[in-house]
């Protein structure tokens, strides 16, 4: 079974960088695209990039292109999402998921919550 | 950027009766990279559709996708307790994606 594991819970300030993690498990890593969607509190989904991890080929939205690096490390089948400086405003829950043949997230990870203050 | 628009925002149904959700494209979409998603509350989206009309492995046949072009619908044919959640339309092109704003269905 398809699973994708992401890192735990971070709680960070203003300024501060970081990277979360996503594992995928189950399936050939190098094959897919893998995405990271943004759900803010109480809001809708946002669809933020992909990336491919057999030649790392990386497509942002225009939203968050230049505000945050997708990135992936096939070694150890594990896609990436970091932050140099973090905005209050990057508060939300980030899902990684796996795409399908048609451009869709077929499976998803379980999600990490960012919480950002001052 | 391709904007989906998501119509009503709430749907307000009883258990048993038919849901009719609409999404709008901005802009002509493949019908191969329209999808639809499930989510509840705590809990990550789930695939329901996938190009525009294909159920995703063990997606009850009571979910149903059609349209093509800027209009495509998702349908419920009969609500059971568990679909009461929001529902998200998703499309890609131009090597970038867009979901729509939401409709929540709600228990009447």
Known sequence: EVQLVQSGAEVKKTGESLKISCKGSEYSFTSYWIGWVRQMPGKGLEWMG??????????????????????????ISTAYLQWSS????????????????QWHFQYWGQGTLVTVSS | EIELTQSPGTLS????????????????VSSRYL????????????????????????????????GSGTDFTLTISRLEPEDFAVYYCQ???NSRGTFGGGTKVEIK
């Open chain 1, 50 to 75: 992909i990336i491919y991890p057999g030649d790392s080929d990386t497509r942002y939205s225009p939203s968050f292109q230049g505000q945050v690096t997708i990135s992936a490390d096939k070694s």
């Open chain 1, 86 to 101: 973090l905005k209050a405003s990057d508060t939300a829950m980030y899902y990684c998921a796996r795409l399908g043949s």
């Open chain 2, 13 to 28: 149904l009883s258990p048993g009766e038919r849901a009719t959700l609409s999404c709008r494209a901005s802009q002509s």
């Open chain 2, 35 to 66: 999808a639809w998603y499930q989510q509840k509350p705590g809990q990550a989206p789930r695939l329901l559709i996938y190009s525009a009309s294909s159920r995703a492995t063990g997606i009850p046949d009571r979910f149903s996708g059609s």
């Open chain 2, 91 to 93: 499309q890609y092109d």
